[in-house]
Antibody, heavy 120, light 107 residues
Framework: EVQLLESGGGLVQPGGSLRLSCAAS????????MTWVRQAPGQGLEWVSA????????YHADSVRGRFTISRDNSKNTLYLQMNSLRVEDTALYYC?????????????WGQGTLVTVSS | DIQMTQSPSSLSASVGDRVSITCRAS??????LAWYQQKPGKAPKVLIYKASILESGVPSRFSGSGSGTEFTLTISSLQPDDFATYSC?????????FGQGTKVEIK
């Protein structure tokens, strides 16, 4: 059974940093691209960052480029999102999701999310 | 970036109704279009991928159609479990943008 379990969310002041983790199980982690998607309170889904199965390529939304970094450790079956210079507008529930293919596709499995609140 | 626009933003319908939601892309994304269903407090769940392919386990009352820049999600006979928010997403190119969502409510 595919499982994705996010952790690392919390309350942080503007300008602060957080590192989110997504522990994966039930599938060959390195064989799939992975993605972070966020959802601000009461809002729609926003694609944030993606990384290929090998970790060789990564992509970021303009809204987070230069502040967030996606990475993965295939030996630990874990996906990460390092978030620096956090802004109030980064407040959201952050989901990790599995791409249906190594190089990226649609998202066939999702975690339950971890909440990031940026506030002074 | 490719912009995805859904219509309507919300709709009210009764059990048994046929419901259609439209998603328009600012440029062609064919056939790389997915539809997701999301219920309050839950993660999204994929219903349709590659514009018209039903994900395994999804009821056959859901269907997807369209090509190029215009796509439609249809629920042939709305059931109580279908009241939720539906979002389209293009995965033709990065960033893989989502539509703003369509909330389907009980009339």
């Amino acid at each position: 059974e595919v499982q994705l379990l996010e952790s690392g969310g919390g309350l942080v002041q503007p300008g602060g940093s957080l590192r989110l983790s997504c522990a994966a199980s039930g599938f060959t982690f390195s064989g799939y691209g992975m993605t972070w998607v966020r959802q601000a309170p009461g809002q729609g889904l926003e694609w944030v960052s993606a990384i290929t199965g090998s970790g060789g390529s990564s992509y970021h939304a303009d809204s987070v480029r230069g502040r967030f970094t996606i990475s993965r450790d295939n030996s630990k079956n874990t996906l990460y999102l390092q978030m620096n210079s956090l802004r109030v507008e980064d407040t959201a529930l952050y989901y990790c999701a599995r791409d249906d293919a190594p190089g990226g596709g649609y998202y066939d499995f999702w975690g339950q999310g971890t909440l990031v609140t940026v506030s002074s | 970036d490719i912009q995805m626009t859904q219509s309507p933003s919300s709709l009210s319908a009764s059990v048994g109704d046929r419901v259609s939601i439209t998603c328009r892309a600012s440029q062609s994304v064919s056939p790389w279009l997915a539809w997701y269903q999301q219920k309050p407090g839950k993660a999204p769940k994929v219903l349709i991928y590659k514009a018209s392919i039903l994900e395994s386990g999804v009821p056959s009352r859901f269907s997807g159609s369209g090509s190029g820049t215009e796509f439609t999600l249809t629920i042939s006979s709305l059931q109580p479990d279908d009241f939720a928010t539906y979002s389209c997403q293009q995965y033709n190119s990065y960033p893989k943008t989502f539509g703003q969502g369509t909330k389907v409510e009980i009339k």
